[in-house]
């Protein structure tokens, strides 16, 4: 009896199985959605007079076809916000109705291409926003008609090359924003046509080589970022037409050397950061062109030797000079900073085996750093202040006293090294929350590259240090201090909406 109720249930449960079976085999039959049923969801029939800005974002569109179904001019619209759909393709004609769109938001969706004229018919368009897709190419004629943007977010896709002329036709563009990617390689002819360019973030992608004359006909380029990429040496020339770049950022790259003639052209380069690279050997000439140069960052580096002519190029001008995170044992022979005659802000925080009486003589050196007039000031952390308890240390002691330049002990939190840890520092961290390829600075008080939860944990930890405040502030406390550092975290991010 209980063996026939056995075969039963075996049966039953084959059925089940066969039927579930059959229906995971199935063809889904889920119909897209179109931006025309989002448009019916939300009241909008056929001929519908749009508002200023349609809010599109997270409504599982996967189709964007329809959009001329509807009066985009009488009100008009100006943004269109599609972010966080499934839009994979935009289809030829998408935008041809005629439009007042300033602004279009297509990140976070899954287009795979950038196709010749996809974006025709987007005359007034100021801002398009494509990152967080899977863009893995790029088509020439991709972006023509857009002859009024000025920004192109195309971060954190799948791009791997830059193909020729690609950008032609954004010749009123100013920010182009390529991070985050797997580009290679800047060709020769990859951005023509960027005339109008002010700043351009190549950050965090595996760029070895940069290719004679790519940046030549970039007349107007102010910021370029190249930090976390894999270039391994910088080419004699490869910023030779970037006569107008003010800042130049190769942190976080692998550089080991830097040639004679690598800065040529830079003449009106300001800020130059250098910081975590593998650079052992400074000098010969390799500081040339940079007649402008005030800040430099060096941090982070296996310098071993500076060279005679190591600040040929801006002895008159550097007035920030950061060599943090260097160990001095093989870095004996300071001789060849003495002639930073401008350098008012030396930082040697977390440095190891500085030598006191060395570092002093270069002190002694150093013009603008000796001057009332000027304030110099020697950036050190506690640990390294402790350190030089040598004879020179008591001389660098004997300068921290003198009129008109000091020692400054930096914790970490203090990311502008004025001596306190406070709002500002605290700006700073969360203007570069989740960033790579960061720097003391930046809010990197751990020295990994990021600025993330264990620097505002830091950051907390010195809350208030030596806060010169007269009146005390109402300071939270460190535990809820690095939640509402998260917070301003985030909303800097949901303002950037990368
Ligand atoms: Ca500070
Ligand atoms: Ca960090």
């Known amino acids: 009896m209980s063996s026939r109720l056995s075969h039963a249930e075996d049966r039953v449960f084959l059925v089940v199985g066969l039927v579930f079976l059959a229906l995971f085999l199935s063809p889904t039959t889920t119909r897209a959605v179109t931006f025309a049923d989002w448009a019916a969801a939300n009241g909008y029939g056929p001929g519908a007079v749009l508002p200023q800005t349609v809010s599109a974002q997270s409504s599982s569109i996967d189709v964007l076809t329809g959009l001329g179904a509807y009066n985009w001019t009488t009100t008009p619209t100006e943004c269109l916000d599609l972010h966080n759909n499934q839009i994979a393709a935009i289809a030829g004609g998408t935008f041809s109705q005629p439009n007042n769109l300033t602004h279009l938001d297509l990140s976070r969706n899954a287009i795979t291409s950038v196709e010749s004229g996809d974006y025709m018919g987007l005359d007034d368009l100021a801002t398009l926003l494509l990152s967080h897709n899977q863009i893995a190419t790029l088509n020439s004629g991709g972006f023509s008609g857009l002859d009024n943007a000025t920004s192109l977010q195309l971060d954190h896709n799948q791009i791997t090359s830059i193909p020729n002329a690609c950008f032609s036709g954004l010749s009123s563009l100013t920010y ?52 976390c990429n894999s270039m391994t040496s910088i080419p004699g020339g490869a910023f030779s037409d970037l006569g107008t770049l003010t800042s130049l950022n190769l942190s976080w790259n692998s550089i080991t050397s830097i040639d004679a003639g690598s800065y040529m052209g830079l003449g009106n380069l300001t800020s130059l950061r250098l910081h975590h690279n593998a650079i052992a050997t400074l000098g010969g000439g390799g500081s040339s062109g940079l007649s402008k140069l005030t800040s430099l960052d060096l941090s982070g580096n296996p310098i071993t030797t500076l060279q005679g002519g190591f600040c040929v190029g801006f002895s008159g001008t550097l007035t920030v000079l950061n060599m943090s995170d260097v160990d001095f044992a093989s870095l004996t022979d300071l001789t060849p900073l003495y002639d930073l005659d401008s350098l008012t802000d030396l930082w040697l925080a977390r440095t190891t085996n500085v030598d006191a009486m060395a570092l002093d003589t270069l002190l002694d050196n150093l013009a603008a750093m000796q001057s009332v007039a000027t304030e110099g000031v020697l950036y050190l952390t506690q640990a390294d202040y402790t350190s030089l308890n040598t004879s020179g240390a008591g001389r660098l002691a004997a300068w921290d006293a003198e009129p008109g330049h000091h020692v400054q002990i930096v914790v970490p939190g203090d990311a502008n090294g004025d001596g306190s840890v406070d709002e500002t520092d605290a700006l700073t961290l969360a203007a570069h929350w989740g960033l790579a390829g960061m720097s003391w600075w930046d809010g990197d008080f751990n020295d990994d590259g990021f600025v993330g939860a264990a620097d505002a944990a830091m950051l907390a930890a010195n809350w208030n240090y030596n806060s010169s405040e007269s009146c005390p502030i109402d300071v939270p406390e460190p535990a809820s201090f690095a939640l509402l550092a998260m917070a301003a975290a985030w909303w800097c991010l949901g303002r950037r909406r990368f």
């Open 176 to 227: 182009l924003g390529l991070s985050g990617n797997q580009i290679v390689t800047i060709p020769t002819y990859g951005l023509d046509g960027l005339g109008a360019l002010t700043s351009l973030d190549l950050h965090d992608n595996l760029i070895t080589t940069i290719e004679e004359g790519c940046f030549r006909e970039l007349d107007s380029l102010d910021t370029l970022d190249l930090r």
